[in-house]
């Protein structure tokens, strides 16, 4: 009722912790390191469990599961099409392969896809998967699972966005997701460190969550020249840092 009306809450809430904490069989128990980092303690034994374990890869070398891939380019450089590309053949579970020589990329099975756009219209989407398709040797088709998000309205800073996001990843689940492009999958400035960092932490949690490789998107900052490939995206550093 206060809350509602705007009252200030005063000792309210502490004196609700103290009532539930004399509740037998309702203590409130303070988080461990381990509840708040989100991941267990690798010892000795654990460390050499998982010494030979093998790359995890959704697509072959590019998407490893629970992991971030950052494409980015020039604008108009081709980026939404490249990534509709991977989405197309993985769905499918197969690229091109030249005579006597391996596809650059490796899909072991089909793969559950979504492809998340801001960029450009469900339709014109599904008219380059036809394409793609037809270009892989599918007939003018488009693969069953390739699921497209048509520009919707979440922005991953904030929380019940980016938990919901995570939910619904998991409900398929998806194997890759890409998002088209990242600067409209949230609300902070991209510029500034402090703010980018926490969305770009969370979004890598969803990806270890869920098992699945997040590809996102981005566009490369101007006057690149002679910088490292990590460094031409635009925006703070920490972008280009979680991939």
């Not at 108009?76 to 650059?104: C, T």
């Amino acid at each position: 009722d206060k809350i509602l009306t705007r009252e200030p809450l005063d000792g309210d809430i502490s004196q609700l912790l103290a009532r539930c904490a004399a509740i037998p069989g309702q203590e409130i128990k303070p988080k461990t390191f381990e509840d708040i980092a989100g991941v267990p303690l690798l010892k000795r034994a654990q460390l050499l469990d998982i010494k030979d374990t093998p790359v995890n890869y959704v697509l072959k070398p590019v998407c490893i599961r629970g992991c971030l891939t950052q494409i980015h380019g020039p604008s108009k450089g081709g980026k939404s099409a490249w990534a509709l590309y991977l989405a197309v053949g993985a769905a499918w579970g197969e690229f091109p392969r030249k005579e006597d020589a391996d596809s650059l990329i490796e899909c072991a099975s089909p793969r559950r896809i979504l492809f998340v756009s801001w960029e450009d219209a469900g339709a014109l989407i599904a008219r380059r998967a036809a394409s793609y398709s037809e270009g892989l040797g599918r007939g003018h088709d488009i693969p069953e699972n390739l699921h497209v998000l048509d520009a919707p309205s979440i922005a991953l800073d904030r929380p019940e966005a980016a938990d919901a996001f995570e939910a619904f990843i998991l409900q398929c689940p998806y194997d890759l997701v890409i998002l088209d492009t990242l600067s409209k999958a949230h609300d902070v400035n991209e510029d500034k460190s402090t703010e980018v960092k926490p969305v770009m932490r969370r979004l890598k949690q969803i990806a270890r969550h869920t098992n699945a490789c997040i590809v996102y998107i981005h566009h490369r900052a101007k006057n690149t020249e002679g910088k490292a490939m990590g460094e031409r995206a635009r925006g703070s550093s920490a972008i280009s840092a979680e991939a």
